[in-house]
């Protein structure tokens, strides 16, 4: 299962320190941000249980962040980004 999260964050530092984060947590869950796109992107994956979207909501909220999901009827790679 792969989850795609808009988010706020823009700092590359603030984005490993929340990569490490995710990785502590939910051990189990591959992360990372693409801060390139327009939108921030937070990308999680799980091959063994679905991602709890609203406990990574929380976890950046907890760190003075925003995310929320993208809907899963547009593709990253093909949303255009004004």
Known sequence: MV????TNVRDHRYARMLI??????FSD????????DCDKILRVE??????RSSSLINLLKDF?????PLPD?????AMICL
């Open 20 to 25: 490490d984060q995710i990785h502590k947590l």
């Open 64 to 68: 003075g962040f925003y995310a929320e």
């Open 3 to 6: 989850e795609v999260f808009k």
């Open 73 to 77: 009827d547009q593709p990253v790679a």
């Open 46 to 51: 799980c091959s063994t249980e679905l991602i």
């Open 29 to 36: 869950y591959k992360a990372n941000f693409d801060l390139g």
